[in-house]
């Protein structure tokens, strides 16, 4: 079983829509969570960090954790066509673990 | 400015050749790692490093080696082992912390290996 599961879309959403991205993991003990936006040809660039339950609230980003369900989300509010991107979620990696990500998502909006 | 430097951006190999790709950090990171992506794909570990002189495989480690002899500079070779090299390397680096895990991941600009 993979560490980190992401739905690798497309995910195709109209301008001035919410973009929802899902991520579930295997590993209860992974207590926060980072969510990069990756442009393609580009590398990877952090946008959200989640560490307790519930949402955290960032401008139109907002992250979810549930630990319960094992599964963080990542809403995009007012989508842009410039939020265009593959989204990738990642356990933090305690202890001597190595930073692992998911296949992340590909967000497309439509102008 | 701090950050992670990798080099070469583009790097064309003939086959049975090994290349060498450079990464050098100035954050004062103790954790660095490499990725490979193919396109259309996600990330896959191929080495990391928690401290210098230690090295660890990860997912994808075959055909691949790495050295850190420095805690600046973790340089990743791609031998004559590695069948099908093609891929985008992504360099990244981050500070383990003593209760919530690494820190956030810097990445580097990236290679783009080709082989001809």
């Known amino acids: 079983q993979k560490e980190v599961e992401q739905n690798s879309g497309p995910l195709s959403v109209p301008e001035g829509a919410i973009a929802s991205l899902n991520c579930t993991y295997s590993?209860?003990?992974?207590?926060?969570f980072f969510w990069y936006r990756q442009y393609s040809g580009k590398s990877p660039e952090l946008i959200m960090f989640i560490y307790s339950n519930g949402d955290k609230e960032d401008g139109r980003f907002t992250a979810q954790l549930n630990k319960a369900s094992q599964y963080v989300s990542l809403l995009i509010r007012d989508s842009q066509p410039s939020d265009s991107a593959t989204y990738l979620c990642?356990?933090?990696?305690?202890?001597?673990?190595?930073?692992?990500f998911g296949s992340g998502t590909r967000l497309q909006v439509q102008p | 400015d701090g950050g992670i430097t990798q080099s070469p951006k583009y790097l064309f190999r003939k086959e049975g050749q090994n290349v060498t790709l450079s990464c050098e950090q100035n954050l004062n990171h103790d954790a660095m790692y490499w990725y490979r992506q193919d396109p259309g794909q996600g990330l896959r570990l191929i080495y990391y490093?928690?401290?210098?002189?230690?090295?660890q495989k990860g997912d994808i480690a075959e055909g691949y080696s790495v050295s850190r002899e420095k805690k600046e500079s973790f340089p990743l070779t791609v031998t004559s082992a590695q069948k099908n090299p093609t891929a985008f390397y992504l360099c990244?680096?981050?500070?383990?912390?003593?209760?919530?895990?690494?820190?956030?991941?810097?990445f580097g600009q990236g290679t783009r290996l080709t082989v001809v």
């Open positions: 990244a680096s981050s500070q383990p912390g003593s209760g919530l895990g690494n820190t956030e991941a810097f």
């Open positions: 590993d209860r003990g992974s207590q926060s």
């Open positions: 490093s928690q401290i210098v002189n230690d090295f």
């Open positions: 990642a356990p933090e990696g305690k202890g001597r673990r190595a930073l692992t």
